[in-house]
């Protein structure tokens, strides 16, 4: 188990691969934790150094009593990499961890060699879509909304093909603690980061599921058609959560990617 105690929080982590290999790290979506990306992880981890960390309020991280904000989480991960001592890294996020990347790479563009924007947005939903969130979990907790998010996640091919697994992930988000989940729930209603990701001036590679929800197809086009020097790329019969679903081909993306921007 690694533990980084950063930024008055303790931070859980994996670090894999050669230790003398390009870095990528990789941030994780709302109500789950890193585990997300092992599959993925062993596609890339003998040609990649690969750091995976649970955000603030996910898997065995600490959760924070001060109010949360993207910022907050992108400085966090900042204060990761220093710790590890990583100067250069692709940072490849999902959801929320795609927010995360986008202001990591405007905040702190030193430490950013390239992003990999999967199935995310500079703005994700509404303010009353999160808002409707927000109070039936204060009220109902997690469970209440678990399998209207599970089915989010998952296409449904998958769902009805991977009903064991599916169960497994369900109990990783309903045992996210509330009050982790529900401070990200206000951190990506609060932010809307069209107007700094605008400026991103790193490659980018960004990533939609055909069947995802809740980042749409067009949702993601239409940030590749924001940012300067982006790739867009749909992966099919996948929804919110490719690197479980579809982690060959996402490692296949990320890996030309990485070939075509000499990130490698």
Request: net charge negative; glycine share 6%; with cysteine.
């Amino acid at each position: 188990m690694k533990i980084a105690k950063i930024n008055n929080t303790h931070i859980h982590y994996s670090d894999s691969g050669p230790q003398n290999g390009p870095v990528i790290v990789f941030s994780n979506s709302l109500g789950s934790d890193y585990r997300i990306w092992d599959r993925l992880a062993a596609y890339l981890e003998k040609k990649y150094r690969v750091i995976r960390y649970d955000k603030r309020g996910h898997g065995l991280s600490d959760v924070s009593d001060i109010p949360c904000s993207i910022k907050l989480l992108a400085d966090d991960l900042a204060a990761l990499l220093d710790y590890l001592k990583i100067e250069k890294s692709i940072i490849c996020g999902i959801s929320v961890g795609g927010m995360i990347a986008q202001q990591l790479a405007v905040s702190n563009p030193d430490l950013v060699q390239g992003l990999v924007l999967c199935n995310t947005s500079p703005k994700i939903g509404t303010e009353e879509f999160w808002q409707d969130r927000i109070n039936t979990i204060e009220t109902d907790g997690i469970t209440a909304m678990a399998d209207a998010i599970v089915d989010r996640w998952f296409s449904a091919k998958f769902r009805a093909e991977k009903k064991a697994e599916v169960q497994g992930w369900k109990n990783m988000l309903t045992r996210t603690t509330k009050e982790g989940y529900l401070a990200t729930c206000e951190a990506i209603r609060a932010a809307n980061l069209t107007g700094s990701s605008e400026k991103i001036n790193v490659p980018v590679l960004c990533i939609a599921g055909s069947e995802d929800l809740a980042t749409p197809v067009k949702d993601v086009q239409d940030m590749a058609m924001m940012i300067n020097d982006a790739t867009f790329k749909r992966i099919d019969d996948a929804a919110h959560l490719p690197p479980i679903e579809k982690p060959e081909l996402l490692a296949f993306h990320i890996n030309e990617f990485t070939k075509e921007n000499d990130l490698v």
